[in-house]
């Protein structure tokens, strides 16, 4: 009988929950089921917000994961990029090699020419000078030594004094500028040598692109030089 009241009392205990704080009431325990079951539901909803956040950080997972494969991608589009622009710079330094041998090739040309040239040139000023009232003018290169350097001058004639300097091809306005300048330096030197003012200064070229004879055009007509291009007198 009494194992049969204490398997039913059980059984009420768990089974029934009014009951049980009836009993833990009794045994002054009923506050302290009230608390456990509410720490229960605390942490129930303590694992409900830690299984939202670990979602969260799924979630933020996922997205850093897209990131890293965007960023991927955009490093291989950088690289695409600096291949491609290591192959422009190929290209670009085989234009350059192509540029200077052609350079080398007119020099070279130049030098089985530049006789020829010149030499039609100090023709065309000598008649130039004839014409100016000067019909036993010399015309002819010259060497003239000033500061202890020898300057060779392509044209020259002393009286009335003559300075002038040939080219056989001039590629860009930057070369152009220094033919100009050097021709400048020439005729300083020279003013200085002799003790005279320059008459007649010459810039002989025989051959250039339409842009370059513009800027010549106009840089030797603002200087007071006589440009000659191929065979023909310009300014």
């Given at each position: 009988?009494?194992?049969?009241l204490k398997?039913?009392?059980?059984?009420?205990?768990e089974k029934?929950?009014?009951?049980?704080?009836?009993?833990?009431?009794?045994?002054?325990?009923?506050e302290?089921?009230k608390r456990?079951?509410?720490?229960?539901e605390?942490?129930?909803?303590?694992w409900?917000?830690?299984?939202?956040?670990w979602?969260?950080v799924?979630?933020?997972r996922?997205?850093?994961?897209?990131?890293?494969?965007?960023v991927?991608?955009l490093?291989?589009?950088?690289?695409g990029l600096r291949?491609?622009q290591?192959?422009?710079?190929?290209?670009?330094?085989?234009?350059?090699?192509?540029?200077r041998?052609?350079?080398v090739?007119f020099e070279?040309?130049?030098?089985?020419?530049?006789?020829?040239?010149?030499d039609y040139?100090a023709?065309?000023?000598k008649?130039?000078?004839?014409?100016m009232g000067?019909p036993?003018?010399?015309?002819?290169?010259?060497?003239?030594?000033?500061n202890g350097?020898?300057?060779?001058?392509?044209?020259?004639c002393?009286?009335?004094?003559?300075?002038?300097?040939v080219?056989?091809?001039?590629g860009?306005?930057?070369?152009?500028?220094?033919?100009?300048e050097?021709?400048?330096?020439?005729?300083?030197?020279?003013?200085?040598?002799?003790?005279?003012k320059?008459?007649?200064?010459?810039?002989?070229?025989a051959?250039?692109?339409?842009?370059i004879?513009?800027?010549?055009?106009?840089?030797?007509?603002?200087?007071?030089?006589?440009?000659?291009?191929?065979?023909?007198?310009i300014t």
């Amino acid at each position: 009988m009494v194992e049969k009241l204490k398997k039913e009392f059980l059984e009420l205990l768990e089974k029934d929950v009014e009951f049980r704080y009836t009993v833990a009431g009794y045994l002054g325990l009923s506050e302290i089921l009230k608390r456990l079951d509410r720490l229960e539901e605390g942490q129930n909803k303590l694992w409900e917000n830690q299984n939202r956040l670990w979602e969260e950080v799924k979630n933020l997972r996922e997205g850093q994961n897209k990131l890293w494969e965007e960023v991927r991608k955009l490093w291989v589009e950088v690289r695409g990029l600096r291949e491609d622009q290591r192959k422009l710079w190929v290209e670009v330094k085989g234009l350059r090699e192509d540029q200077r041998k052609l350079r080398v090739s007119f020099e070279s040309f130049g030098k089985a020419l530049g006789v020829t040239l010149e030499d039609y040139t100090a023709s065309l000023v000598k008649l130039m000078l004839e014409d100016m009232g000067y019909p036993d003018a010399e015309v002819g290169r010259k060497p003239l030594l000033f500061n202890g350097e020898i300057y060779e001058i392509n044209i020259f004639c002393e009286e009335p004094l003559t300075v002038g300097e040939v080219t056989l091809y001039i590629g860009d306005l930057d070369e152009a500028r220094r033919e100009l300048e050097k021709l400048q330096k020439r005729i300083e030197i020279a003013e200085k040598v002799t003790g005279k003012k320059a008459t007649l200064k010459i810039l002989a070229v025989a051959n250039t692109s339409k842009e370059i004879l513009d800027h010549l055009k106009t840089a030797t007509k603002q200087q007071n030089i006589k440009l000659i291009y191929g065979k023909e007198l310009i300014t």
